[in-house]
């Protein structure tokens, strides 16, 4: 029996033939360790390793463990090690080995719910004060575009306004008179079908001018505008940023506020009052018909019951929020373009939370309105 452990590595192709030979056993650790340090630039060179144990006369788990790891070692980059020629009395302990530190680790235990809906608020805060700084930063910007243009009459770009003009306003008519008018119906048939029982049919007719001239007419208006012309903006905007033209505009030393932000809310402020008022009329169009063929109320009857029930102060309170709801709308429609990375995903997801918000906030907008005009009699 060999008093000296050996280790034989013999090159085959690019398979690395290693033969231990002699005692692995702790006694010889320090030489363990040395030819095991010998054979690892082979160990690295070769595709493939055979480890031949039918030359060790003595083995422990310190020897075993030096060659386990040897394995391991090969096995890590994916390439194959394999045993060959282990006694039968070396195998138990081989087996062993093998399972040291290859346990699956323990599942991580369940997060507490209430942390988790902590932490989950503690985003939404911070996500939601980083959504009020880019609304503000937006707002700022188109202020100083407007200063500017006020200064400078000719530096605003006429054409791009009139353009988006007739996209996100006269093409825009013939779907807010249709939506507008069915609403204005459904609201009609609804109070004369539930008035008629207490005999109080003509206050339906109070109920569809208030209604519609004070929030309804607006705030359909303005919820399809931000879903047809606010996602448009965000998609434009998001596939600039995507093909670098917006950074291309400041290169030029031209800003993509005043070039390409400014008409377009401009183009909104202007086009929103106008669709509203448009809407309200067809609704209360709308409201005639289901009158007439519903209600049996002739139009003249129906004219002079609204003349009675609505006034200019109603229109009024309609007309003067929707500037407000179209500068919502285009500041965050366009915030959000801006804010797409390079994915297409990005560009989806952007968009999608450009329609959330916008409607979310001209819904606010419009309680807000309802609160103040109330308390100063409106």
Not at 10 to 28: F, H, I, M, Q
Not at 74 to 79: A, E, L, N, Q, Y
């Amino acid at each position: 029996m060999d008093h000296e452990p050996l280790l034989r590595a013999t090159p085959s192709g690019d398979v690395l033939k290693l033969r231990p030979e002699g005692p692995w056993t702790a006694a010889n650790v320090v030489r363990l360790e040395t030819l095991s340090r010998s054979v690892g630039a082979d160990v690295d060179r070769s595709s493939a390793v055979t480890l031949d144990m039918s030359g060790i006369s003595a083995l422990d788990t310190l020897g075993a463990w030096v060659l386990e790891k040897l394995s391991r070692r090969v096995s890590s980059s994916g390439r194959p090690a394999e045993f060959v020629g282990v006694a039968d009395h070396f195998t138990g302990l081989m087996d062993e080995v093998r399972q040291v530190n290859r346990r699956t680790p323990a599942p991580a235990a369940a997060p507490n719910p209430v942390l988790a809906r902590l932490g989950d608020l503690g985003k939404s805060t911070v996500g939601a004060r980083e959504d009020v700084t880019v609304f503000l930063q937006m707002l700022g910007a188109l202020f100083m575009a407007v200063i500017g243009v006020l200064r400078r009459p000719r530096s605003l770009r006429l054409t791009s306004l009139v353009y988006q003009l007739y996209r996100i306003g006269w093409q825009a008519i013939p779907i807010v008179t249709l939506i507008t008018f069915l609403i204005g119906a459904i609201i009609a048939q609804q109070g004369f079908f539930h008035f008629r029982r207490f005999g109080a049919e003509s206050y339906t007719v109070d109920m569809v001018g208030i209604l519609v001239l004070r929030e309804l007419g607006v705030l359909i208006v303005a919820i399809m505008v931000a879903g047809r012309s606010g996602s448009a903006y965000t998609a434009e905007l998001g596939s600039m940023k995507m093909r670098e033209e917006i950074d291309a505009l400041s290169t030029m030393g031209l800003d993509p506020v005043d070039v390409l932000i400014l008409p377009r809310v401009a183009a909104l402020v202007i086009a929103l009052p106008i669709l509203t008022f448009i809407g309200s009329i067809a609704a209360l169009y709308g409201g005639g018909l289901v009158a007439q063929f519903y209600g049996d109320m002739g139009p003249a009857i129906y004219i002079a019951r609204l003349h009675e029930a609505i006034s200019v102060t109603h229109f009024e309170v309609g007309i003067l929020k929707a500037p407000f709801m179209a500068l919502v709308i285009g500041i965050v429609a366009c915030s959000e373009g801006l804010r797409v990375k390079g994915s297409a995903e990005s560009l989806g997801r952007q968009t999608t939370t450009s329609v959330v918000k916008s409607i979310f906030l001209v819904i606010v907008l419009d309680g807000l309105f309802a609160i103040f005009f109330a308390s100063i009699g409106m």
